[in-house]
């Protein structure tokens, strides 16, 4: 198995070259385009969990970072792009995938899986108290002192 997600949301980082960002967008252009067109629904189930962010500052080095962000991530489904460029474009895979590994700026990709975490104030009678005494909204601002007049 290649790339494949445990958890039902998931994150790949890609840092890339500067010059080599055409050829990267290219291959994630025809890999849009595989996900969507796929008849396996697997496939199509992936294309719309799967989405592409490019970070406005620079990665490291001073490369491009990309972030997939697979929210939800298909549970078992293999998201090697290789795999997926080769299932539907078989005669133009090698050179697509060349594209794609030669943008590159850093060893591969970085995988995570993302597991949530409860709410932090979950138990509401733990919550800071407002000035009548009832608890305060979740996520609202501690209460403040109002000067008596």
């Known amino acids: 198995m290649g790339r494949v997600f445990a958890s039902e ?20 252009a025809k890999l849009r385009t595989a996900l969507a067109d796929s008849k396996d629904p697997v496939r ?17 080095n001073g490369s491009v970072l990309y972030v997939f962000v697979m929210d939800p ?8 792009i290789a795999k ?4 539907a474009y078989p005669n ?6 060349r594209m794609y590994t ?23 009678s733990s919550a800071p108290a407002t000035s009548d005494g009832a ?3 979740p996520g609202s601002a501690p209460p403040t002192a109002t000067p008596k007049r």
Do not use: C
């Open 9 to 28: 949301q998931g994150l790949i980082f890609n840092a890339i070259r500067p010059d080599k960002v055409m050829d990267f967008e290219t291959v994630l």
């Open 44 to 60: 199509n189930q992936q294309g719309w969990g799967w989405k592409i962010y490019k970070a406005a500052e620079p990665g490291p």
């Open 73 to 80: 991530a298909v549970k078992g489904a293999d998201y090697g």
């Open 84 to 87: 997926i460029l080769s299932e």
């Open 92 to 97: 133009e895979v090698m050179e697509l995938y």
């Open 102 to 124: 030669g943008a590159f700026a850093t060893a591969g990709q970085s995988l995570i899986n993302l597991q949530p975490i409860p709410a932090l104030n979950a138990n509401p």
């Open 135 to 137: 608890p305060a909204a």
